[in-house]
């Protein structure tokens, strides 16, 4: 059991270190295409003498924003907090419908499965 645990949190850290990685290579590309289009943005508002050219960077840097934050700021550990704080004081929010699946709810299903089987 104690290694299955381990197998498990090793899987976790694996995952969220790729997710990690993820954001943090998209938000390269993120960045080139939001300093190219705020300079464009930026160019067309002046040259056309029309701000509605340039309303376009708004929603971009709050994109940007949230990229940056999740790959090199502290998104991650506000969101642990987060979570944290809804296990120890919201717990009720993560009750399943229905209550928990026990052994009896199981065969139940696996019951009524294999009749629905047989008699076809």
Known sequence: LERQLLI???????QTAMQIAWTREFLK???AFYGVAAVCLTTGAIKKKNPAFFLPVVPLSFVLAYQYDMGYGTLLQRMKGEA???LDTQSTLLELPKGSLTYEDLEKIRRSQ???FIEK
């Open 114 to 116: 294999s009749k629905f």
């Open 8 to 14: 498990q949190n090793e899987m976790r850290q694996r």
């Open 29 to 31: 590309y993120l960045g």
């Open 84 to 86: 944290e704080n809804i």
